[in-house]
């Protein structure tokens, strides 16, 4: 593909993509609104409109988006404590349940980075994505998925969050 540069002018805080043979000219990405920004944005603007609806079991749960900003602000001041901070990285194994998504957000809001993986990877793929990233906190979904984050041995993985208390020792 042949890839040429745009050089026309872009407004300050955006990212102006370069013209491309698809006939695609340019897009303009703001990055003053974060998702925490606009997370915040939307509680204070519709706090008791749904924000999000789960499925399980057969029955539909629903978030307000004052419910889904307080689920955020609990798993942030967690990370927090935990000494999560800027540019540290929360890996993250399990299925696709709103208290994963919550967690990305807080580890995001803290000025660090989500890395979201698979429950159904096996230890040793595990284990190759923990040895990039070298995160020293993890969020995991449930014993099936703490059991393989203690499996993989990661010397630099020194806590670890769990959703589903299930079957864990205490």
Do not use: C
């Given at each position: 593909t042949n890839v040429e540069s745009d ?83 929360l890996f993250t194994i399990g299925y ?75």
């Open positions: 050089t026309s002018e872009t407004p300050e805080n955006t990212l102006n993509v370069e013209k491309v043979e698809s006939g695609i000219t340019s897009v303009e990405i703001n990055d003053e609104q974060t998702l925490p920004s606009i997370l915040i944005s939307h509680t204070e603007e519709y706090p008791n409109e749904v924000a999000l609806r789960w499925k399980r079991n057969g029955v539909w749960r629903e978030f307000t988006w004052e419910e889904y900003y307080q689920n955020v602000e609990y798993i942030t001041l967690g990370l927090q404590e935990l000494g999560f901070s800027a540019d540290d990285i696709n349940r709103p208290q994963q998504t919550w967690a990305w957000l807080g580890a995001i809001s803290l000025n660090g980075m989500a890395a979201p993986n698979y429950e159904e990877d096996h230890p040793e793929e595990i284990r190759k994505q923990l040895d990039r990233l070298k995160p020293s906190i993890a969020y995991a979904e449930d014993q099936q998925t703490v059991d393989k984050l203690i499996e993989t041995e990661a010397p630099y993985l020194d806590k670890i969050i769990y959703r589903d208390p299930k079957g864990l020792s205490q």
